[in-house]
T-cell receptor, first 118, second 110 residues
Framework: DGGITQSPKYLFRKEGQNVTLSCEQN?????MYWYRQDPGQGLRLIYY???????QKGDIAEGYSVSREKKESFPLTVTSAQKNPTAFYLC?????????????????FGPGTRLTVL | DAKTTQPNSMESNEEEPVHLPCNHSTISGTDYIHWYRQLPSQGPEYVIH???SNVNNRMASLAIAEDRKSSTLILHRATLRDAAVYYC???????????FGQGTTLQVKP
């Protein structure tokens, strides 16, 4: 079955440690996205990548880093510079990231990773 | 990015229709109106989208005002499985980004 996988589902880390969240898709989608969700709030965009080897900052990129070396993978690193990293992290993808279809393509979401920093 | 305004919460009885409103008075001519919903502890899922004309699919209907400054998501017969947070989102063609608001929490009573 095609889809987006995120691992692990729950992650615990000590304050001051960097942690990398995995996101893999086998949908052959060009664009991938990382969102953060805090309790009772909507999703906020951290980073997005419209094509391999390229990515852009979203609205809340500070304290996060990403890479897009392969089309199917878009890992997110939460660094020690992120002041309040405890949150629910969601990865998503769309067939195309730019162009006419970018405004209509369905965005597919993974199941999420719940990160807790102790 | 254009913003949307939705009620924080709504209630419905099972088997009855539900109309979820959304205001987007600053919508631009190229913005599409998208609706996603999110069940607890899951990622959002696509519901429906439209530009100017009303749209129907197997999940719902989308009614768009003639001036496009508001829209309504219609669930024809609410079920308990429809209880979720519903997000109304405007999406531009430049990047395809989704800008989420706080959404409407729909409760469905048996």
């Amino acid at each position: 079955d095609g889809g987006i996988t995120q691992s692990p589902k729950y992650l615990f880390r000590k304050e001051g440690q960097n942690v990398t969240l995995s996101c893999e898709q086998n949908l052959n989608h060009d664009a991938m996205y990382w969102y953060r969700q805090d309790p009772g709030q909507g999703l906020r965009l951290i980073y997005y990548s419209q094509i391999v080897n390229d990515f852009q900052k979203g609205d809340i990129a500070e304290g996060y880093s990403v890479s897009r070396e392969k089309k199917e993978s878009f890992p997110l690193t939460v660094t020690s510079a992120q002041k309040n990293p405890t949150a629910f992290y969601l990865c998503a993808s769309t067939p195309m990231g730019i162009g006419d279809r970018a405004s209509t393509d369905t965005q597919y979401f993974g199941p999420g990773t719940r990160l807790t920093v102790l | 990015d254009a913003k949307t305004t939705q009620p924080n919460s709504m209630e419905s009885n099972e088997e009855e229709p539900v109309h979820l409103p959304c205001n987007h008075s600053t919508i631009s001519g190229t913005d599409y109106i998208h609706w996603y919903r999110q069940l607890p502890s899951q990622g959002p899922e696509y519901v429906i989208h439209g530009l100017t004309s009303n749209v129907n699919n197997r999940m719902a209907s989308l009614a768009i005002a003639e001036d496009r400054k508001s829209s309504t998501l219609i669930l024809h017969r609410a079920t308990l499985r429809d209880a979720a947070v519903y997000y109304c989102i405007l999406r531009s063609g430049n990047t395809g980004k989704l800008i989420f608001g706080q959404g409407t929490t729909l409760q469905v009573k048996p």
